[in-house]
């Protein structure tokens, strides 16, 4: 049982270069968010999707767009990446009702020069 | 705005020692509390949630409605208990949750 998948892992950015992080979940949720994580700050959420076809954004959404693709994946876009966007980022995902546990992928550590 | 201060960054006990790991919130309506906890090389995950009332671990959490805190205790604290840990109240209807900072706690043998 994978969870939620995310890739890349490790990426390297020049500054103004784009990237997509894919995100997949495998538990039929109706939510998914895109967290960051840096350091003595938390996680503060970038957007989410309560479900299908819906997005929204979070605390701190400027630079990132999002894609909820279909109810498995969820893709967090850097159109043009600057170093603040130095960072780990976190894909989870919940039903959206019941228990709300929030479950993580394992984290995309991203560095842009 | 929804706050959740979490006042100690880092937080050091012995093993065997009581360990309260303090979380407290500025939520409009009635939120849901969640610990959440991140072992090193592992991913984040639930440590336990008020509305289950249960102790997860040997750790357990108080909700002071008064004090808008969400404590996190646990009377003898263990090496492997040594982590990070977030506070992540949860708005009821619109399902958000927002992180605390994390207390990165250690214990020392």
């Known amino acids: 049982n994978a969870g939620v998948t995310q890739t890349p892992k490790f990426q390297v950015l020049k500054t103004g270069q784009s990237m997509t992080l894919q995100c997949a979940q495998d538990m039929n949720h109706n939510s998914m968010y895109w967290y960051r994580q840096d350091p003595g700050m938390g996680l503060r959420l970038i957007y989410y999707?309560?479900?299908?076809?819906?997005?929204d954004k979070g605390e701190v959404p400027n630079g990132y767009n999002v894609s909820r693709l279909n109810k498995r994946e969820f893709s967090l876009r850097l159109e043009s990446a600057a170093p603040s966007q130095t960072s780990v980022y976190f894909c989870?995902?919940?039903?959206?009702?019941?228990?709300?546990?929030?479950?993580f992928g394992e984290g995309s550590r991203l560095t842009v020069l | 705005a929804q706050r959740v201060t979490q006042p100690e960054k880092l937080l050091s006990v012995f093993k065997g020692a009581p360990v309260e790991l303090k979380c407290n919130y500025s939520?409009?309506?009635?939120?849901?509390l969640f610990w959440y906890v991140q072992y090193s090389r592992q991913r984040l995950q639930l440590l336990l949630r008020h509305i289950s009332r249960e102790s997860i671990k040997g750790f357990t959490a108080d909700l002071n409605k008064g004090e808008t805190s969400f404590h996190l205790k646990k009377p003898f604290a263990q090496e492997e208990d040594s982590a990070m840990y977030y506070c992540a109240p949860r708005e009821t209807n619109a399902g958000k949750s927002t992180f605390g900072d994390g207390t990165t706690l250690t214990v020392k043998p």
């Open positions: 999707s309560a479900s299908e076809g819906t997005t």
């Open positions: 989870a995902s919940n039903d959206g009702g019941g228990t709300g546990e929030l479950f």
């Open positions: 939520y409009s309506g009635s939120p849901e």
